[in-house]
């Protein structure tokens, strides 16, 4: 197999923690933005393993000013290529939270996988077979944007938040596809595992989940034959549910939908599209 260079979002737990040990395994080289890393020892440990095929950069896809820092972005910028862009990293959250003025739900799991993947375009177009895989989810399928009041001024509800959320995800993953046609870009559905994203629900309700669904093994294994079997080495602007293609929420092909998304991303990030 080909030695890949990876931009890794959400390595440090969940599936990405499963799909990062076998990443190494098979000696890609592993770009991983990560927030807080110095407290987090398990990676820190595989940092000293894997030395040679990590670099850490320290990034906080949560807040705004670290996502948008022209620093961090210029020592980014120095890799010759990106292969391969996952945009695992992801929050649930049951209380609103912002960030910047942004909710945290839009901000984690809408606006900094899209910025990340549209600041890569360049690394990207100078892999000779580049590809960004977004982890959505079949919540998507329960939004309901309202585009008067995006940051939830008046009713917050935590599972409608992250439904928005990755259905916003979903329809640029939809529209990147298009845009960068030599870059191939699908989202997927992984499946449900208990994972680090259920943190800030309610203890019971974590216990509960944590107890009776299965470990992210089975979630990482998806992601894996998405970015490397060669039955879907062909294959863009689809959205996966596990390993089959679906179809997405209709509105996610709207692109008057499409590009109030995009609006409110070049709104709040400065980006221009």
Not at 125 to 133: A, C, D, G, I, T
Not at 250 to 273: P, R, S, V
Request: hydrophobic share 40%; glycine share 6%.
């Amino acid at each position: 197999m080909d030695k890949k260079i990876i931009f890794f979002t959400g390595s440090s737990s969940g599936i990405g923690w499963e799909l990062l040990k076998k990443l190494l395994q098979e000696k890609h080289f592993l770009i991983l933005p990560i927030r807080n890393y110095q407290q987090k020892e398990h990676l820190k440990e595989l940092v000293k393993i894997y030395k040679d095929n990590i670099e850490v950069i320290e990034m906080d896809l949560g807040n705004l000013n670290s996502l948008t820092n022209q620093n961090i972005w210029h020592r980014i910028k120095q890799y010759p290529r990106i292969d391969i862009l996952i945009n695992n990293a992801g929050i649930y959250t049951h209380t609103k939270h912002l960030q910047n003025g942004i909710e945290l739900q839009w901000l984690v799991n809408y606006i900094a996988p899209a910025y990340l993947s549209l600041q890569l375009v360049d690394l990207l177009s100078k892999s000779n077979s580049p590809l960004v895989l977004f982890v959505s989810s079949r919540m998507h399928y329960m939004a309901k944007i309202n585009f008067e009041d995006l940051q939830y001024s008046k009713h917050y509800s935590g599972q409608l938040a992250y439904a928005n959320s990755k259905f916003a995800i979903t329809s640029f993953s939809l529209y990147f596809a298009e845009r960068f046609k030599n870059i191939r870009s699908n989202s997927c559905h992984p499946g449900v595992y208990s994972t680090g994203i259920t943190r800030d629900l309610p203890f019971l309700i974590k216990f509960l989940w944590n107890t009776f669904i299965a470990g992210p093994k089975g979630g990482s294994e998806v992601l894996y034959q998405l970015l490397f079997n060669p039955e879907f080495n062909q294959q863009t602007g689809k959205y996966f549910d596990k390993l089959k293609i679906s179809q997405a929420h209709k509105d996610c092909y709207n692109k008057e939908i499409q590009q109030k998304l995009l609006d409110f991303l070049e709104q709040a990030t400065g980006i221009f599209i």
